[in-house]
Structure formats: structure tokens, C-alpha cells
């Protein structure tokens, strides 16, 4: 080991015990107390579902809502002027006709357009292109989702629409754009929270105080008046998911240590907050030093979770000494993003009286379907899991 290089390990090293004594002391107890705001063996929908439906769209959204997850997880951008939209990728390429609309605009990153442009795509034709198996007619008409249409849905709405099945929404004299909602009729009960993952934080200034003001408009900011209203303190209400009404029903994420620290300073480590991180892999020689180091961080940020990607060699987790770092220091641990059941198996371990410890706290899901059953088949669940995928999108009118 060079110089260099035992210098930059050692001063990660002292880093890492730094931060690890000063926050264990200050802030360990009331770290806990927000991990419990929100339960063990969550089932996250991975952008509503990649599988059954476009994602991120008001389909892929109610139907993870009805099929019983636990929070719908969502990425968010924002547009040229100012409104927040809801998409993964840093441009409408992949998910949308924007190619036939605004043609020489592929690439274009999102915050190149502006709302009404982004409200003329399709989020549902290409999905159908490449999904023959899960198609359907009626995806085509499923569009781009703004930031608010993801939290109403959660409360048992959809988006109100004219009769050829545009959104329905009006612009006043000073470009406000006022979007309109309605009860959804084929609403089941689940009462989901909200999983929400910034995107390019470094160009999209201020997003995160954009983020927390729009909670507080939509009433979902448990930190101000208007979130604070009917809280209950039941994860699990009547055999349904009952999140979105408690205090943990808003979680934030990113992979961007800015944003991380920006949303320690808005939220105050109340609400609970993810460090979202690609995991260091086990050959690299610098593996311990990594894990100490992001560890070191996540504390620093204030978070609660480090949400880390699935780490897999034969069917077996390969990355079980980060696990164990992450667990030793009291954060928990969220894994995206899960498919099979094979995938979700691997993350449990059996000793010999056949009890199970999972690895992980909560599965970042494409497949709410198989990890509802999963988790009702291993006895880590409360309430009964989803029926039939088909037959959901079937009743919500697809």
C-alpha cells in the first residue's frame, strides 16, 4: 500500500469513527423514533410498476395503490417553467411519443419543455410497443404525471377527464394551471405513502425547498399545519394500508449528497430520508474504506435508511459486510429493485430453528403482486396480499 493511498484510507477511517460517535450519541434515539414511523417489510412500488403498466403513470399508480403497497415510489424533475413532473429519466425519450410530437427534441433534458408541452405526450405507446404481453388500448391515453397526481391518488382519487379521456384542467389569466380530481370508484381502501426520489438535484436549484412547500400545499407535510390533520398512528388499519394517514407518510431519496443535505435542513431529520447509493463491490480493494465512508455520510446527512441496489452472484448476497456496517450503525436498509421471488429470497436468512432475519427492511418493488404474497408467505406481513394482478387493472377500468 502506497503512501497515498494509506493516507486517503486512514483519513476516511478517522472520518468515519468522527461521525459515527458524534451522531450515534446525538441523535441515535431520535433516529429510531423516526425508522418506526415507518414498518419493517415495506413494500415499496418501484414507479408504480415497470411490469403491468407504463410506468409512473396514473395506471402503474392505482394499480400499486390497489394491489396493496405499501408506498408509491416516484421520480421527480422539473420543467422550464417551474412545475414539477414526474419521470425517471433525464429526458421523455424512452417513455413517451415525444419523438412524433417535438420531432429533433429526443434528447432534449426535460427541463428544456415546458408543462403544457409535456402534457400533450403519451407515457403509454411505447410501453405497449415493447410490452405485447401486458399491453392495452387504453394505455395510450395515460400521460405524463405531475408531482400532485401521485399523492391524490394515494388518497383513493384519479384524475378527473373528458369523455375522449384527456385530463381534465383549466389555465387562469395568470398561467396557474388548476388540475382536477375526482373519487375513484374502483378505490379499495389502501391508503399508501409516498416514496419520492430527486433526479439531477445540481439542475433544479432550490428543488428541494420546492418539494417541501408542495407538501405543504398538497397537506402531506407532516411538519406543518396542514399535514397534521387526521394522523393516525396505525400503520395497518382494518386489514388495509393505512401509511398515507401517519406521520411517515412522506419518505425523501436521493444519490445526491447535496440534495441529502439540503434535505436535512428542511425536513430536520423528522421525516424520514434515504441516502440512495450504487454498493460497493466486495473485489474492489478499497471495499472497507467505501463502506465506512458512505456510512459515515449517510449519518452526517441525517438519514434514517441507505437505499442500496440489489447485489447478487449465484443467487447469493454479495455484499452481506455492508449490510451488516449499515445495521451495526443504526440506519436500515431499503433494496431496489426486486422482479422475482428468487431476487426476494436471497435477501432472507434461515438459522437452524427456521426463524427468519431478513437482510434488508423494505423491498424498492416492480412486482408489488409476488411481494405482497412474499411477504405474507413468510409471515412478515399483516395484511392479506393482493389478488390477481390482471383482475385489478381489469376493475380499475383498463
Not at 137 to 145: H, R
Not at 182 to 206: L, V, W
Amino acid at each position: 500500500m502506497n503512501q497515498i493511498h494509506l493516507s486517503r484510507t486512514l483519513g476516511a477511517i478517522l472520518l468515519s469513527l468522527a461521525t459515527l460517535f458524534s451522531f450515534t450519541n446525538c441523535s441515535s434515539s431520535s433516529s429510531q423514533e423516526v425508522q418506526k414511523l415507518i414498518p419493517d417489510n415495506t413494500v415499496i412500488a418501484h414507479r408504480g410498476t415497470i411490469y403491468w403498466a407504463p410506468e409512473l403513470t396514473e395506471a402503474a399508480f392505482r394499480w400499486a395503490r390497489n394491489s396493496a403497497a405499501d408506498y408509491l415510489e416516484l421520480d421527480v424533475h422539473r420543467t422550464i417553467d417551474g412545475h414539477l413532473v414526474v419521470m425517471h429519466d433525464k429526458t421523455l425519450k424512452r417513455t413517451t411519443n415525444v419523438g412524433d410530437l417535438f420531432p429533433g427534441r429526443e434528447n432534449d433534458p426535460i427541463g428544456t419543455f415546458t408543462l403544457g408541452e409535456i402534457l400533450q405526450l403519451s407515457a403509454g405507446v411505447a410501453f405497449n410497443q415493447k410490452n405485447a404481453g401486458q399491453a392495452r388500448a387504453s394505455y395510450e391515453k395515460e400521460g405524463v404525471l405531475i408531482f400532485e397526481d401521485v399523492f391524490r391518488i394515494a388518497e383513493g382519487k384519479r384524475i378527473k377527464r373528458n369523455r375522449d379521456g384527456s385530463r381534465l384542467f383549466s389555465i387562469t389569466d395568470t398561467g396557474e394551471y388548476l388540475f382536477e380530481y375526482e373519487d375513484d370508484p374502483a378505490e379499495n381502501g389502501h391508503r399508501p405513502g409516498i416514496y419520492i426520489e430527486t433526479k439531477a438535484t445540481q439542475s433544479y436549484p432550490d428543488l428541494e425547498k420546492q418539494i417541501y412547500e408542495s407538501l405543504t400545499a398538497f397537506g402531506w407535510n407532516p411538519l406543518e399545519a396542514s399535514g397534521q390533520t387526521n394522523i393516525s398512528r396505525d400503520l395497518y388499519q382494518d386489514g388495509k394500508v393505512n401509511i398515507g394517514n401517519t406521520r411517515g407518510k412522506v419518505l425523501v431519496q436521493t444519490f445526491s449528497r447535496e440534495g441529502m443535505l439540503l434535505f436535512r435542513d428542511y425536513f430536520r431529520a423528522e421525516i424520514p430520508t434515504s441516502f440512495l447509493v450504487k454498493s460497493p463491490t466486495p473485489d474492489d480493494p478499497d471495499y472497507v474504506t467505501k463502506i465506512d465512508e458512505i456510512i459515515a455520510f449517510a449519518l452526517e446527512s441525517g438519514a434514517q435508511f441507505i437505499g442500496t441496489n440489489l447485489s447478487l452472484q449465484a443467487g447469493e448476497v454479495s455484499n452481506r459486510l455492508f449490510l451488516d456496517k449499515i445495521r451495526e450503525a443504526g440506519l436500515k436498509i431499503n433494496i431496489y429493485s426486486f422482479n422475482t421471488t428468487d431476487q426476494m429470497d436471497a435477501y432472507f436468512n434461515k438459522d437452524g430453528k427456521e426463524s427468519i432475519t431478513p437482510l434488508l427492511n423494505g423491498m424498492i418493488t416492480n412486482r408489488t403482486d409476488l411481494t405482497t404474497h412474499f411477504y405474507k408467505e413468510k409471515d412478515q406481513r399483516p395484511i392479506e396480499p393482493s389478488h390477481d394482478p390482471v383482475e385489478i387493472l381489469d376493475e380499475l377500468g383498463y
